[in-house]
């Protein structure tokens, strides 16, 4: 059974940095496309950021580039979000997900809140 | 970044009706045309990929249709299950995004 756990997310001042995990069990994570999306309260989708199977290839939505910073440890079979400089417009719920072909997400963590609040 | 638009934004509807709804994009995606259901509090569900090819373990009234930059998400026969929240997403080019969703809501 395919399973994603995110965890990290809480409470950071506006200006301060948090890392997201994401552990994946029950497929072969080193084969899969992996994706971040978030969700602010009461809004819709937006995805964050994606990485390719062996990291090689990292692609960001325009209002978190060079702030954020997707990475992947194979061998850990886990996923990574380091946030930094982060506002208030990133207070969301954060997903992980698995990307078996061309942006079709089948697989879903249950989510992370992040809060940035002073 | 391709931009999607929905429509309608929310509706109303009832068990055993038939429910539409479009996603329309600001540049040609050919094929690669997702839609995702989401319930509140938990996480989104893929339901057809690539336009029209349904995920296992979506009930077959769910069906898609379109190409190029027109797409459509058909419901035929709401269940009581099915009212919920509809995101059509991209997955043509980086960054995949997302429409801004339909709210199916009970009549």
């Known amino acids: 059974e395919v399973q994603l756990v995110e965890s990290g997310g809480g409470l950071v001042q506006p200006g301060g940095s948090l890392r997201l995990s994401c552990a994946a069990s029950?497929?072969?994570?080193?084969?899969?496309?992996m994706t971040w999306v978030r969700q602010a309260p009461g809004k819709g989708l937006e995805l964050v950021a994606n990485?390719?199977?062996?990291?090689?290839?990292?692609y960001y939505v325009g209002s978190v580039r060079g702030r954020f910073t997707i990475s992947r440890d194979n061998a850990r079979n886990s996923l990574y979000l380091q946030m930094d400089s982060l506002g208030a417009e990133d207070t969301a719920i954060y997903y992980c997900?698995?990307?078996?072909?061309?942006?079709?997400?089948?697989?879903w963590g249950p989510g992370t809140l992040v809060t940035v609040s002073s | 970044d391709i931009q999607l638009t929905q429509s309608p934004s929310s509706l109303s509807a009832s068990v055993g009706d038939r429910v539409t709804i479009s996603c329309r994009a600001t540049?040609?995606?050919?094929?690669?045309l997702n839609w995702f259901q989401q319930k509140p509090g938990k996480a989104p569900n893929l339901l057809i990929y690539?336009?029209?090819n349904l995920q296992s373990g979506v009930p077959p009234r769910f069906s898609g249709s379109g190409s190029g930059t027109d797409f459509t998400l058909t419901i035929s026969g709401l269940q009581p299950e099915d009212f919920a929240t509809y995101y059509c997403?991209?997955?043509?080019?980086?960054?995949?995004?997302f429409g801004q969703g339909t709210e199916v809501e009970v009549k």
């Open positions: 990485i390719n199977e062996d990291g090689s290839g990292k």
């Open positions: 997403q991209q997955g043509y080019t980086t960054p995949q995004t």
């Open positions: 029950g497929f072969t994570f080193s084969r899969s496309w």
């Open positions: 540049e040609n995606i050919i094929k690669y």
């Open positions: 997900a698995r990307d078996f072909s061309t942006g079709a997400l089948d697989h």
């Open positions: 690539t336009t029209s």
